[in-house]
């Protein structure tokens, strides 16, 4: 899922002690919170019997982010009951260090927040991890050859330092394309024809994605389906002024 939100927005947030815009959530984000809290019980349970590491493993990230992430992060409580989704919330709102075994369930509030702040965008051909990380890379050499530097393959994952949050030791993978960067490529990007573009049939909304012909569309079908939608990613940020974040799960 791909979302814009207000440039700066979601760092603003961070921290910022906002007890109306805490309430708010609380009160719009209830039902999915705590949704988020059941999807991860039974892994907190097993990690809590010792049958496994969870996010635990995210401690060994630690060392990855920036520095003043990583001392701030170093405070996190990481031991005891698991916090609650409407406490990593709290914590997210007020400043306070976020549990370093709850990468992944703050992964999913910070996705929850974009919902409401932001505006969900158009991800065809980008909804999933169909080739795996490295199809970004890839992209990003389709990119060049246009003039166009996104750095995809780096900016859609592993960002979560950018919101002052633990590494997920899975899913959601967390990007950030920020709006100063899609004004840097407004130009190039625009330039690029993805005109007469074909959607394979696995991707289109009118058909089952099971009964799907992958050889209805080449590669560079493909490749043209993903450039044209993050053009318009680039559009709306640059029109709305806003960051783009992404969530891969």
């Known amino acids: 899922m791909t979302y814009s939100v207000p440039a700066g927005s979601i760092q603003k947030l961070a921290g910022s002690k906002d007890g109306a815009k805490l309430s708010l959530y609380k009160s719009k984000l209830a039902e999915g919170l705590q949704e988020n809290d059941e999807f991860f019980e039974d892994m907190e349970d097993e990690e809590a019997e010792g049958e496994m590491k969870g996010c635990l493993a ?35 709102i007020n400043g306070d260090p976020i549990d370093l075994r709850c990468g992944s369930k703050m992964g999913y509030v910070l996705k929850m927040i974009c919902e409401l702040e932001g505006k969900s965008l158009e991800d065809a051909g980008l909804a999933g991890i169909r080739r795996g990380e490295n199809w970004m890379k890839e992209l990003d050499v389709a990119f060049a050859k246009h003039g166009v530097n996104l750095a995809l393959g780096k900016l859609t994952f592993n960002q979560q330092e950018a919101f002052g949050v633990p590494s997920p030791d899975d899913f959601p993978g967390i990007g950030y394309l920020p709006l100063s960067l899609w004004e840097q490529n407004s130009s190039a990007l625009a330039a690029i024809d993805t005109s007469g573009v074909k959607i394979p049939s696995y991707l289109r909304e009118d058909d089952d994605e099971e009964d799907g012909d992958e050889e209805d569309a080449t590669p560079t079908d ?19 002024r806003c960051d783009v974040v992404t969530f891969y799960h």
């Open 58 to 92: 995210g401690i060994l990230r630690l060392f990855v982010g920036k520095k003043k992430f990583e001392q701030e992060q170093a405070k996190a409580r990481t031991s005891g009951p698991v916090p609650s989704s409407e406490q990593l919330l709290e914590a997210f």
């Open 222 to 240: 493909y490749t043209l389906l993903c450039i044209k939608t993050i053009q318009s990613w680039g559009a709306e940020a640059v029109a709305g």
